[in-house]
C-alpha cells in the first residue's frame, strides 16, 4: 500500500527538529446532512527546521519517530506571509536610538 501525502498548515514550530501540522477536512453531518470543518493533528519530523508557523507543507507517513511523530516533511509548499508586528516594532525603535545616538555624537564632535 502506497504511503499517504497530504497538505496542511504549520500551526506549532516551538519544538526543534518537529512541527504541528493541521489538515483540514470537510465531513457530511450524519443526521442533518450539513457539511461540518474537522482538521486532523499531525505532528511532523522537519530534519533542517525549514517550516515555520503559518508555512503550507506537504508531508507523507513514515515508521514512528516518537511517541506522536509518525510523519514526515516533503517539501514546503507556500511560505507564510504573516509579518511579526512586535518584531517590526522593537527593530523600528532599536534603529530610531542608534540614529539619535549617532546625532548626538555628530553635535559634540562640531561643538
Known amino acids: 500500500m502506497p504511503k499517504k501525502l497530504l497538505t496542511g ?3 506549532s514550530d516551538k519544538m526543534d ?11 457530511k453531518h450524519p443526521k442533518y446532512g450539513k457539511y461540518v470543518q474537522r482538521r486532523t493533528v ?13 508555512d503550507t507543507v506537504e508531508i507523507i507517513e513514515c515508521p514512528p519517530k516518537s511517541k506522536l511523530k509518525r510523519w514526515e516533511l516533503v517539501k514546503v509548499v507556500a511560505k507564510s506571509q504573516v509579518v511579526d508586528i512586535a518584531a517590526l516594532r522593537a ?10 545616538a549617532a546625532q548626538g555624537e555628530e ?4 561643538g
Open 9 to 11: 498548515l504549520v500551526t
Open 107 to 110: 553635535e559634540t564632535a562640531q
Open 17 to 27: 527538529k518537529s512541527r504541528r501540522v493541521e489538515i483540514d477536512r470537510k465531513v
Open 91 to 100: 527593530a523600528q525603535k532599536a534603529q530610531e536610538k542608534a540614529d539619535s
Open 42 to 54: 499531525c505532528h511532523v519530523h522537519d530534519e533542517q527546521n525549514e517550516s515555520h508557523e503559518g
